[in-house]
């Protein structure tokens, strides 16, 4: 299995600009995960998905982000407009969660933003 | 509320030496799982071990291993034979139905 693909690996923008992250899932895996790590906070959970479905997006910073997940095997993550603190690594994970709730997380490789 | 604490900030080794990292948590989920996720400089966030709340018996990893105390809600993970490749941040986790906390990392390094 080629585990979570993320792209792009790394993105410089400008403020202002609009920035879609992109994650492909394990196959088979049926929830799905967006963090952002900082140093500042540490790594923080943005919004996750169960069977496509967004179940708890609190942790979503401000309406200027936004994540689908269209079909099981594909996630966007859109900052717009995206501003200097928003400059992170964030990460992609996927997991199967069964009858007894979220299992397993893995990881993908991370998007390096930087918003000049 | 579910909280995961790691008191520990920084921690060192000598190679070839035995560390425990600390971590204890707080849930009021029965069933749940914990983990320890390693992160090396290239941020690759690499899942170490696993516990399943329900199983008594410590889980093992060739070198790493846990002493999960349920009643005391403590996890901690021994590195045994330390090695340079395990110089990292090492990250405990806590998941249950919906719940998805991660602890701030112990920073780890490995002295030759």
């Known amino acids: 299995d080629a585990g979570v693909i993320q792209s792009p690996r790394h993105e410089v923008t400008e403020m202002g600009q609009e920035v879609t992250l992109r994650c492909k899932p394990i196959?088979?895996?049926?929830?799905l995960f967006w963090y952002r790590q900082t140093m500042m906070r540490g790594l923080e959970l943005l919004i996750y998905?169960?069977?496509?479905?967004?179940?708890?997006d609190s942790g979503m910073p401000e309406d200027r982000f936004s994540a689908k997940m269209p079909n099981a095997s594909f996630s966007t993550l859109k900052i717009q407009p995206s501003e200097p603190r928003d400059s992170a690594v964030y990460f992609c994970?996927?997991?199967?969660?069964?009858?007894?709730?979220?299992?397993?997380?893995?990881f993908g490789p991370g998007t390096r933003l930087t918003v000049l | 509320a579910q909280t995961v604490t790691q008191s520990q900030p920084e921690m060192s080794v000598q190679e070839a030496e035995t560390v425990t990292l600390s971590c204890t948590y707080d849930?009021?989920?029965?069933?749940?799982?914990l983990f320890w996720y390693k992160q090396p400089p290239s941020r690759q966030m690499i899942l170490v071990i696993r516990?399943?709340?329900?199983?008594?018996q410590n889980a093992t990893e060739n070198r790493f291993s846990v002493n999960f105390q349920k009643a005391a809600k403590s996890f901690s993970l021994k590195i045994s034979d330390s090695q340079l490749g395990d110089t990292a941040m090492y990250f405990c986790?806590?998941?249950?139905?919906?719940?998805?906390?991660f602890g701030t990392g112990t920073r780890l390094t490995v002295i030759p």
């Open positions: 994970a996927s997991s199967w969660a069964g009858t007894s709730g979220v299992n397993t997380q893995y």
């Open positions: 196959s088979g895996h049926n929830s």
């Open positions: 516990q399943e709340a329900y199983k008594q």
């Open positions: 998905f169960n069977n496509n479905v967004p179940i708890d």
């Open positions: 849930t009021s989920e029965n069933n749940y799982y």
């Open positions: 986790a806590l998941t249950g139905a919906n719940n998805l906390f």
